[in-house]
């Protein structure tokens, strides 16, 4: 079994992050019920033995003392980690897995990448160092930061760069929130596209999310559950916004319905690497499966059901529905069409009571809607993990390579230009040691080709078919 | 002689549990129907192939456990060591923690080499319990990482370690509709590599299965175990003990060997597929009844018509009549009417076994004329019944089976390669455009070989 560490970069990622444990204890919890410590569990928590105080010995085995997760949470301003360290979660992190500082980076990535960055390295090379050594098989590293601030966008990007050149061989799962347009903060187009050119760079998948998205689904769930349309009662921890039976007990604070969402993402993705299935789905494999050139590795992620109601019976008709509603554009996590645009690749994550024939009968009926491109035609991953999430009976992630992302990025070129061309706010990143104009000529110039390459394969869409000639062998 | 199995990957150690499962539950069926001396006879020789003897009495399958991440041997030796019928020898496996990622390239160019040592270790081991050693079946998948790229290392290891032994591997061909995305990848790299090594790859297709599962054995929500027990099935109504000659009085003691005789006489054709008639649910069997000339007329038309299982047969085709010119059928692209074999091995039993026309089945138009028609055809027998089938047949078959499937997943994965997607997550492990294009060459060659049958 692998560990993962999860590195939570900015108020954004620091929030997000918050969910993440929160709901990975919930899940655990509903599981492990004898308190053992076991593998799925190792891949994100150590087990401390905290008796004597101070850092104690990993317990690899056994029952459960303390669990700690594997996680560096960094921000320049204090208020959310303080925050998470007075609040319920307190127990799971110790002092030594922050970093933080007071000033915080002004919505400014140069501020956050390039003074930070440089400041700061040592000091996260070596936690990161240390966390990776509690690991025995450290497979990946999940960056959770947002797009369009200073210190998730600026240092949550240049710790990318640090996970790169000290753990080459450890992937880089790279969970992204993209600023909307109408972003209260100016500066956001320049944050984001300058950190666009890291991630094109240094990241092996990026998970885009935007917050109409979030906030759609949030809307939608509230709207379903007290329209009392639905006739019997929704279980109130299937909820896929909702923190119910998990430690936090006081008042859910506004982002935590949103930020609920991203954190049941990144407990569907590992699934199946924790838990048995008949068929698993690792993370190494969802690299392997979606990315077919280095640059595409942006996958639009939709999650199914919302909810569950209360009557166990399911037909099988309801799950059907849960893989039509995969891909409708309602569910995805950022503003996007995937029926309407290519797919390059698909993946299937399920959890729970499902069988291949369902996963089968379900691929053999939504793939005539779907299109995809000429040399991938039956691109799909799938995978079946046994163990449900909390309150649910079963559940469908779906990951696509799917030219849809391509609006999110031309949007944001646009807004970039916008500003750029008028030179506004250029200055107070200029003014920052080590930052300069080119710096902003390559990261459009990245995006730039990034965008041509999905125009490309959109551009196949409407080709006529050829197919290459076989190799013909003389007789 | 025994047969040593190589379990490898998820799906390699999935099905040789439920293929050890289906022996052991034969093994202890009294539905037998034959003579208290006859049962014990198969019994011995069962054990022996299969099974090594403990001091605590249970029996020990012969079996090595091989995979990339721990999750499903830590399941498979679990599961086996409760059925309280047999079990693993709990050392006789290895594992990893992080898996292969589905990547063909490093299952065989990283872990491979970096394990062989450890591997072939156990191996040796289990080689060494057996008295005598006929040789070894791997199961594997092709369109993952570690069943498929280590699949094919491990082959070449025993290859290189047993040159005397006789090596079958079991390849199981994934869904045509993905199961994972670079499977026509990871298939053409191994189907190549096997061919160098294999001496020969019994083939099982999921769809084929799926629908076996889903038509004859009525199984409404198909599991991946359901399917799996299919395969266990078949594959122990091939492999259980047999007479392998007219007249033999003991149970063959060379099963492979046998096999290999038979079915395999020129290197370049060493494509099987397995059919198994009759097959249904358990409620359904207690109303069925079969005669033997029912169940052999179908089986012989599976085989010509290329039908995978015995519903939806199409009886309208036939083999040419002598004397007729035979239709040329060298682009495989074209509709295939008619499954040339080379040579076919039927495997009878249950009830009655001794009184079986097979004539059908020596009718020299089924076959290339290469072989004399007594030398292409085998029957292997047994008057002891199988898991509950009163009579049951199985036919091997070295012909066209597979050819439209080899063509279907090489015209695939060439028309990805075309486009270079993916590539570069193999060239990251060592296996570059040109070891790509090699085994393209190698494949093309063999579906030529057999389109020209």
């Given at each position: 079994m692998t560990q993962s560490v999860v590195v939570q970069v900015g108020q954004c990622g620091n929030q997000i992050g918050c969910r993440f444990w929160d709901l990975a204890l919930r899940e655990h919890a509903a599981v492990n019920k004898k308190g053992i410590y076991d593998e799925a569990l190792s891949s994100f928590f150590r087990n401390v033995d905290t008796r004597n105080g101070g850092d104690g010995a990993d317990i690899h085995k056994g029952k459960i003392f303390s669990l700690k997760a594997r996680a560096l949470l960094i921000d320049m301003e204090e208020g959310v980690v303080n925050e998470i360290l007075q609040g319920p979660l307190r127990d799971v992190f110790d002092s030594k897995q922050l970093i933080t500082d007071v000033s915080g980076s002004g919505n400014n990535w140069a501020v956050g990448h390039k003074l930070y960055g440089y400041q700061y390295r040592e000091h996260i090379v070596e936690k990161l160092r240390r966390t990776a050594e509690h690991c025995d098989c450290l497979q990946c590293f999940f960056v959770i930061h947002s797009m369009g601030g200073g210190t998730g966008s600026g240092l949550g990007t240049f710790v990318l760069n640090v996970l790169e050149d000290e753990f080459p061989e450890v992937y880089r799962f790279v969970t992204s929130v993209y600023p909307s347009g109408e972003d209260d903060v100016i500066t956001s187009p320049y944050n984001s596209v300058l950190a666009m050119k890291e991630l094109n760079e240094h990241a092996d998948c990026v998970l885009p999310i935007e917050n109409e998205s979030l906030f759609s689904i949030v809307s939608k769930i509230h709207q379903m559950t007290n329209s009392g349309k639905l006739g019997s009662t929704v279980k109130q921890n299937s909820l896929l916004t909702s923190s119910a039976g998990s430690i936090k007990t006081e008042q859910e604070k506004p982002f935590d319905a949103m930020n609920n969402i991203v954190a049941n993402l990144l407990l569907n993705l590992t699934s199946s690497a924790r838990f048995e299935g008949s068929l698993n789905m690792d993370l190494n494999e969802i690299s392997m499966n979606l990315v077919p050139f280095p640059r595409l590795h942006y996958l639009v992620s939709s999650l199914t059901p919302l909810y569950t109601l209360a009557d166990v019976n399911v037909p099988s008709r309801r799950l059907d529905q849960m893989f039509s509603d995969a891909f409708s554009k309602d569910h995805q996590l950022i503003q996007a069409d995937p029926k309407h645009s290519l797919y390059l690749a698909c993946a299937l994550l399920v959890r729970g009571n499902v069988q291949v024939s369902d996963l089968r009968r379900n691929i053999e009926r939504l793939k005539p809607s779907l299109h995809f491109v000429s040399w991938n035609q039956e691109g799909w991953k799938t995978g079946l993990c046994s163990v449900p999430p909390v309150g649910h009976s079963h559940s469908l992630l779906a990951l696509a390579n799917n030219t849809c992302v391509k609006p999110t990025f031309t949007e944001l070129k646009d807004r970039f230009m916008k500003l750029y061309k008028k030179k506004a706010h250029l200055h107070h990143y200029l003014h920052v040691d080590g930052m300069e104009q080119s710096c902003f000529s390559e990261a459009i110039s990245s995006l730039s080709d990034l965008i041509e390459e999905y125009n490309q394969l959109d551009a196949t869409k409407s080709a006529p078919r050829t197919y290459p000639s076989r190799l013909k062998i003389a007789m | 002689m025994s047969i040593v199995t190589v379990q490898l990957g998820q799906c390699g150690n999935q099905i040789g549990y439920e293929v050890f499962n289906a022996i052991c539950n034969d093994f202890h069926s009294?539905?037998?129907?034959?003579?208290k001396k006859e049962n014990e006879s198969y019994q011995e020789a069962c054990k022996e192939r299969f099974f090594s003897e403990e001091k605590t009495g249970v029996p020990v399958a012969r079996a090595v456990l091989v995979d990339m991440e721990p999750k499903v041997i830590s399941q498979t030796l679990s599961m086996a060591a409760r059925s309280g019928h047999w079990k693993y020898d709990h050392q006789s496996h290895f594992c990893q923690k992080q898996g292969s990622g589905n990547n063909w390239a490093n299952g065989y160019s990283v872990h491979g080499p970096r394990y062989r040592d450890v591997i072939m270790n156990l191996v040796q081991k289990e080689a060494e319990k057996c008295d005598r050693l006929s040789g070894f079946f791997t199961v594997m998948s092709m369109a993952g990482g570690t069943g498929s790229g280590m699949g094919a290392f491990v082959t070449q290891c025993l290859r290189d370690a047993f040159p005397t032994s006789f090596i079958l591997n079991q390849v199981i061909w994934p869904y045509g509709t993905g199961e994972v995305i670079v499977q026509n990848y990871n298939s053409v790299l191994t189907l190549s590599h096997l061919y160098q090594s294999s001496d020969a790859l019994l083939v099982h297709e999921n769809d084929a299965i799926h629908k076996i599962c889903a038509q004859l054995m009525n199984i409404k929500k198909i599991s991946f175990r359901d399917v799996n027990q299919v395969i266990a099935h078949q594959l122990g109504s091939v492999f259980q003990p047999t007479y392998s000659s007219e007249g033999a009085s003991q149970y063959s003691r060379n099963p492979l060997g046998d096999l290999m005789e038979s079915l395999v006489p020129h290197p370049e054709f060493k494509m099987l597929g397995l059919r198994n008639i009759p097959q249904m649910s358990e409620n359904s069997l207690a109303y069925s009844t079969f005669t033997w000339p029912g169940l052999i007329k179908h089986l012989r038309q599976m085989l010509i018509a290329n039908a995978k299982m015995e519903e939806g047969i199409d009886w309208q085709v036939r083999p040419p009549l002598p004397g007729h010119p035979v239709p040329p059928k060298a682009s495989p692209n074209k509709a295939l009417h008619f499954n040339t074999s080379i040579a076919n091995l039927v495997v009878l039993r249950g009830k009655d076994v001794q009184s079986i026309d097979l004539g059908g089945f020596r009718d020299p138009a089924l076959y290339t004329s290469w072989l004399n028609p007594q030398e292409a055809f085998t029957i292997w027998k047994t008057p002891r019944a199988f898991n509950k089938y009163e009579k049951s047949a199985s036919l091997v078959s070295n012909s066209q089976f597979l050819l439209k499937l080899m063509d279907n997943i090489v015209g695939k994965a060439w028309n990805m390669f075309a486009s270079k997607a993916y590539v570069h997550q193999y060239t990251k492990f060592g296996i570059e455009e040109e070891d790509f294009l090699d085994c393209f060459t190698t494949l093309e060659q063999v579906i030529s070989s057999y389109a020209s049958l």
């Open positions: - | 009294t539905h037998g129907l034959c003579s």
